[in-house]
């Protein structure tokens, strides 16, 4: 009688590293070009092995393990950014790779050997399936309540930034209709979908119905709260809390942050640490959002080349950090207008518009580069790319490191 559980164990590793290749080499599938080798992988190897046991006439059926790492997958999947037709796509690459790697075994079974295998396999798989869709959807139900609960809490506090400041307000009511609009149409398509209907919420549209009001609604919670960075600054509520920083730490995780944007843009990135200041004494937090918000501006707007980040000395005073790129520019005449509110750098190299661009990034690093006693310089040519270069000094003066209004 042919083994065909022994013949699964063996060739888990195989299938597993033709998987997770295939999978990141589908442009079906483009939030695995965005995770590590691992944050695909998963627990697939440990549902594998729960299959195999299913084959085996000798061992147990091992459904507790097939049930809990399945449910286990679909929360991660939610939380990684997954939408259900991708999850769909995986599981149906999963399945041909496993009969592609056990068909040189399978032909060497007898025809009942060979369909209580493909059954029991397919069954597994099924399983999997199904539970891993009931704890992506739930997963998805809890962030959309989480996002209610957020845009809720800060209603408040945006109510009074419209009420202290009057400028902007109609440029900011425009950039708030457009998500606003798409999350209230989908939240009212799919509650009136499910008292039609309570059990097609697990359906795919109404999953799709859901990523589109958790995208615009991240959107515009993104907007919001860049809106009210601005406004804690006006007002003089940011508060510096200086400490000697590990520079080269900060730029690494930076680096980690923005990588997964620019590998799906084919951009490369370069770091130059060859003249490393330190000490530093200046507040991690906001120079970490400054040189984020540059990195990830550059690579926004660089369609193919490269982005590099460099540090160096410029006397015993003063340390800069450099973000350029080979990007669309910025024309000469709208280089100061690029650091104003609301103002976006395609706007300044005559490009089309960016999606998700709340053009409010720079605005918010050239008030923090002022709030750690830096300045910021910008050199730039359209259709050749930017360099920003951010001048801090090694130290910042306790008495001030408060904005005043």
């Not at 009969?99 to 059954?119: P, Q, W």
């Not at 690494?252 to 490369?268: D, H, Q, Y």
């Not at 770091?271 to 501006?297: A, G, S």
Request: proline share 3%; hydrophobic share 40%; aromatic share 6%.
């Amino acid at each position: 009688m042919m083994d065909f559980s022994q013949a699964l164990l063996n060739k888990i590793d195989t299938i597993v590293e033709i998987w997770v290749e295939t999978v990141r080499q589908d442009d079906r599938i483009e939030t695995a070009k965005e995770l590590t080798y691992k944050g695909v992988r998963d627990s697939v190897p440990i549902v594998l092995q729960a299959i195999a046991r299913m084959l085996s006439p000798s061992e147990d059926n091992d459904i507790k393990t097939l049930v809990e790492k399945s449910l286990e997958h679909g929360t991660l999947r939610a939380k990684q950014g997954y939408d259900a037709e991708e999850i769909a796509r995986e599981y149906r690459l999963l399945r041909w790779v496993i009969f592609s790697t056990l068909e040189e075994d399978l032909i060497k079974g007898s025809s009942a050997e060979v369909i209580r295998a493909c059954r029991l396999i397919d069954t597994g798989l099924d399983e999997v399936i199904a539970r891993c869709f009931k704890t992506y959807t739930e997963e998805r139900l809890r962030e959309l309540e989480d996002l209610q609960n957020q845009l809720k809490l800060t209603n408040q506090e945006l109510t009074r930034l419209v009420r202290a400041s009057k400028d902007n307000l109609s440029h900011l009511a425009h950039e708030l209709k457009t998500p606003l609009t798409s999350i209230i149409g989908y939240s009212d398509l799919f509650l009136r979908q499910q008292e039609k209907n309570p059990e097609t919420k697990d359906s795919i549209p109404n999953l799709g119905h859901i990523d589109k009001v958790l995208k615009h609604g991240r959107q515009l919670l993104h907007l919001i709260n860049d809106a009210l960075e601005i406004s804690r600054y006006e007002a003089g509520k940011m508060i510096l809390q200086p400490n000697v920083i590990n520079l080269k730490e900060i730029m690494a995780n930076v680096t980690e942050m923005v990588e997964p944007m620019a590998r799906s843009k084919n951009i490369k990135i370069s770091v130059d640490y060859e003249e490393f200041p330190e000490p530093v004494v200046t507040d991690c937090l906001r120079l970490q959002q400054i040189v984020t918000n540059l990195m990830t501006n550059a690579i926004r707007y660089t369609e193919s080349g490269s982005v590099n980040m460099k540090c160096q000395m410029l006397s015993d005073r003063q340390w800069s950090i450099t973000v350029s790129d080979t990007g669309i520019g910025i024309a000469q005449e709208k280089q100061l207008q690029i650091f104003e509110p609301y103002f976006r750098e395609a706007e300044a190299g005559n490009q089309p518009y960016v999606p998700y661009s709340t053009g409010l990034g720079l605005a918010i690093v050239t008030r923090l580069v002022e709030l750690l006693q830096g300045k910021i310089e910008l050199e730039s040519n359209v259709g050749v790319g930017s360099k920003f270069t951010v001048i801090f000094p090694l130290e910042i003066k306790v008495s001030e490191v408060q904005v005043k209004p």
